[in-house]
C-alpha cells in the first residue's frame, strides 16, 4: 500500500470513530465541522468502504462512546451535548 493509500485509510477510520464518538452528523457539526465537509467526508467513506459510517462495522473493533468520553472527556475536550 502506497503513502497515498495508507493516508486515505487511516482518514476514513479516523472519521468513522469520531462520527460514532460525536453521534453522528449533527454531533459533528456542533464540534465545529461544516455541514458540507461533513457530507463531503461521508460520501468518501462510503466510496471506500461501500456503506454508511452508521453501518460500517470493523470486525474486532467496538466504539463505546460512553465509556471513552466518562474517561477521556476532560483529557479531549467537551463530550457532545445529549
Known sequence: MGPVAR?????????WVTWHLYGGFEGLQEFGLHQSTIWRKVARFRNMTGVHPDVFEMPGVAIDAAAYWAAAGTKVGRPPRR
Request: hydrophobic share 55%; net charge negative.
Open 7 to 15: 493516508q486515505a485509510v487511516e482518514d476514513a477510520i479516523g472519521f
